[in-house]
């Protein structure tokens, strides 16, 4: 996301910049670039579509359907026998925006390439799920745990009505949800990535229903939530920026002059480590930011490289001939679990 505001006139080869703070995200963006190229070129803007007070309007209204409300001991359940903490270089230490740094890991470009490519139809998975794969075997091996809660940053233009078009809307719909992954001992990268897909899959209303309890639910639900501990890792794949560069209208391009502190260096950090993610120049990089006063440079680069060789070897796996397979989640109105789904395939087979 980013804070601005930008007014213009729609008159033919004039366009009006006026700066002021509002926040929307990244899909916003794509929508503000297009007026802005349409409105230069003296182009008719395309209709527009719900508002965003519609959106949050109809969202108190979602917040205490059956539907989410459903989905209420689901997050509840997340910290039952809570994972292991975070091993921290410098217990007590502090954690805040004056004492955060960061250390990058990346893939090489055919690594990339394999990752986008020849990775997802294997298993029937996203890149997301393949990264949050990876990202759990990593923190899993630093923690010594099998369980992992960590929160994943969506981008919350889930469809929760029929009438509801926001194809067009801008304003800032991230949605932030706690995800517990238990991740598989010995099985190898197949086991794993089929694994975490499941989990996934599993959450409810693809975790749009987690911020609509805590903040929109009812007394009951928004002091069971309120009530739980924060995890510890945010996660945040924000895509391919080669793609979203390469559809900049004519004339537009990335700013190279820096932004400017976005937060006061007194403020605390709301997780101890962020990880975000992305494609640019053909080549996935991951930055890892961390409190010094918490975490040394040294342990967090080990980590986010574990990340990186996890990553290698899923790929690795997923171009061997053998690699391969389904999940229940592949077959909805199955009713079968992982066992019974091998056990069906191999009769067929």
């Given at each position: 996301?980013?804070?601005?505001?930008?007014?213009?006139?729609?008159?033919?080869?004039?366009?009006?910049?006026?700066?002021?703070?509002?926040?929307?995200?990244?899909?916003?963006?794509?929508?503000?670039?297009?007026?802005?190229?349409?409105?230069?070129?003296?182009?008719?803007?395309?209709?527009?579509?719900?508002?965003?007070?519609?959106?949050?309007?109809?969202?108190?209204?979602?917040?205490?359907?059956?539907?989410?409300?459903a989905?209420?001991d689901y997050?509840?359940g997340?910290?039952?026998?809570?994972?292991?903490?975070?091993?921290?270089?410098?217990?007590?230490?502090?954690?805040?925006?004056?004492s955060?740094?960061?250390?990058?890991?990346?893939?090489?470009?055919?690594?990339?390439?394999?990752?986008?490519?020849?990775v997802?139809?294997?298993?029937?998975?996203?890149?997301?799920?393949?990264?949050?794969?990876?990202?759990?075997?990593?923190?899993?091996?630093?923690?010594?745990?099998?369980?992992?809660?960590?929160?994943?940053?969506?981008?919350?233009r889930?469809?929760?009505?029929?009438?509801?078009?926001?194809?067009?809307?801008?304003?800032?719909?991230?949605?932030?949800?706690?995800?517990?992954?238990?991740?598989?001992?010995?099985?190898g990268?197949?086991?794993?990535?089929?694994?975490?897909?499941?989990?996934?899959?599993?959450?409810?209303?693809?975790?749009?229903?987690?911020?609509?309890?805590?903040?929109?639910?009812?007394?009951?639900a928004?002091s069971?939530?309120?009530?739980?501990?924060?995890?510890?890792?945010?996660?945040?794949?924000?895509?391919q920026?080669?793609?979203?560069?390469?559809?900049?209208?004519?004339?537009?391009?990335?700013?190279?002059?820096?932004?400017g502190?976005?937060?006061?260096?007194?403020?605390?950090?709301?997780?101890?480590?962020?990880?975000?993610?992305?494609?640019?120049?053909?080549?996935?990089?991951?930055?890892?930011?961390?409190?010094?006063?918490?975490?040394?440079?040294?342990?967090?680069?080990?980590?986010?490289?574990?990340?990186?060789?996890?990553?290698?070897?899923?790929?690795?796996?997923?171009?061997?001939?053998?690699?391969?397979?389904?999940?229940?989640?592949?077959?909805?109105?199955?009713?079968?679990?992982?066992?019974?789904?091998?056990?069906?395939?191999s009769?067929?087979?």
């Amino acid at each position: 996301g980013c804070l601005v505001k930008v007014l213009y006139c729609r008159r033919p080869g004039r366009l009006l910049w006026v700066i002021h703070h509002l926040a929307v995200d990244g899909v916003s963006w794509r929508i503000l670039l297009e007026d802005f190229q349409r409105a230069y070129a003296g182009q008719a803007l395309p209709a527009r579509t719900a508002s965003f007070q519609q959106w949050a309007r109809r969202l108190e209204t979602y917040a205490r359907s059956e539907e989410v409300m459903a989905g209420l001991d689901y997050w509840e359940g997340l910290w039952e026998n809570a994972p292991a903490a975070l091993p921290a270089d410098f217990p007590g230490g502090s954690n805040l925006v004056a004492s955060a740094d960061s250390v990058s890991v990346e893939l090489e470009e055919d690594e990339t390439e394999a990752l986008l490519k020849d990775v997802p139809p294997v298993y029937r998975t996203h890149v997301n799920d393949v990264l949050l794969a990876a990202l759990g075997e990593a923190l899993a091996g630093w923690t010594g745990s099998d369980s992992v809660v960590m929160d994943l940053e969506g981008h919350g233009r889930e469809e929760i009505a029929d009438d509801l078009d926001l194809s067009r809307t801008v304003g800032w719909f991230t949605a932030l949800f706690p995800v517990r992954l238990e991740i598989p001992r010995g099985g190898g990268p197949g086991e794993l990535l089929k694994a975490v897909k499941e989990q996934l899959r599993a959450v409810p209303n693809r975790g749009l229903g987690y911020g609509l309890l805590r903040y929109l639910g009812d007394e009951e639900a928004r002091s069971r939530l309120a009530s739980q501990p924060a995890p510890e890792v945010v996660f945040n794949y924000l895509g391919q920026f080669d793609e979203a560069l390469a559809q900049l209208p004519a004339g537009y391009r990335p700013a190279r002059e820096p932004r400017g502190p976005e937060r006061s260096p007194a403020a605390r950090r709301s997780h101890s480590i962020e990880v975000n993610g992305g494609i640019a120049g053909g080549r996935l990089r991951v930055q890892w930011t961390y409190s010094r006063a918490l975490h040394s440079r040294e342990t967090v680069q080990r980590v986010g490289w574990s990340f990186v060789d996890a990553l290698r070897r899923i790929i690795e796996h997923c171009r061997a001939p053998e690699a391969g397979g389904v999940t229940p989640s592949d077959f909805p109105l199955a009713g079968l679990d992982q066992r019974g789904l091998d056990r069906l395939l191999s009769k067929i087979r």
